[in-house]
């Protein structure tokens, strides 16, 4: 089982509310991440958690939170977003972070955001 | 950080034609993806290659590590191979880096 599962797939939300995107992955996979995709544009990384850790932020926003619960479970806290901030939201995962050579990343089907 | 260049942006193919994407990086990689994301935003893993020849069906990739650059064929296309096809690499810093996708359209 290959599968990385994102909730929701779809979210509206307005400029003062707070929700959560949720990732889960069952590979026993270590290193997990959260992408950022605007319309035509590739992935960009936000963060990356290994053995639960934050290990890379890359600059982003407070308004974005992220939290790893545990090792299969990923969510990203939103607050106050703005609506340049709405894009697709992706989630992937990968064996380690830290080994010599990468390992391969496996991504769930996003989260399509829109804040009005 | 390490750039990676896709060519050619944008490919239009009749049905049953063959088509090679180019992916070039800039520093030595520990990891190279090759994906196809769906109309969906759904990204498919297609290969794992960091280096050497993979195939899979009507797919198959190649990276030349040491030239630093990887590419991908995809022979007898079909029009459900339309989507954009990203290459993605690894340096040391655990960070996957994608490059800017080749869309491809596949005409009936």
């Known amino acids: 089982d290959t599968e990385v599962t994102q909730t929701p797939k779809h979210l509206v939300m307005g400029m003062t509310n707070k929700k959560s995107l949720k990732c889960e992955q069952h590979?026993?996979?270590?290193?997990m991440y959260w992408y950022k995709q605007k319309a035509k544009k590739p992935p960009e990384l936000m963060f990356v958690?290994?053995?639960?850790?934050?290990?890379i932020n890359e600059s982003v926003p407070s308004r974005f939170s992220p939290e790893c619960p545990n090792s299969s479970l990923l969510n990203l806290h939103l607050h106050a977003l703005q609506p340049e901030d709405s894009a697709l939201y992706l989630c992937?995962?990968?064996?380690?972070?830290?080994?010599?050579?990468?390992?391969?990343?496996?991504f769930g089907q996003g989260t399509r955001l829109t804040v009005v | 950080g390490i750039q990676v260049e896709q060519s050619p942006p944008d490919l239009i193919l009749q049905e049953g034609a063959n088509s090679t994407l180019r992916c070039n990086f800039s520093?030595?990689?520990?990891?190279l993806q090759w994906f196809h994301q769906n109309p969906w935003g759904q990204l498919i893993n297609l290969f794992y290659?960091?280096?050497g020849t993979k195939q899979n069906g009507r797919l198959s990739a190649t990276t030349v590590a040491t030239e630093r650059y990887s590419l991908l064929y995809i022979s007898s296309s079909q029009t459900t191979d339309s989507g954009v096809y990203f290459c993605?690499?690894?340096?040391?810093?655990?960070?996957?880096?994608f490059g800017a996708g080749t869309t491809v359209t596949v005409r009936a």
């Open positions: 992937a995962s990968s064996q380690e972070s830290n080994l010599p050579r990468g390992t391969e990343a496996f």
């Open positions: 290659i960091p280096s």
């Open positions: 520093d030595s990689v520990n990891n």
């Open positions: 958690y290994s053995y639960e850790k934050l290990s």
């Open positions: 993605a690499v690894e340096a040391n810093d655990y960070k996957l880096s």
């Open positions: 590979m026993g996979h270590r290193a």
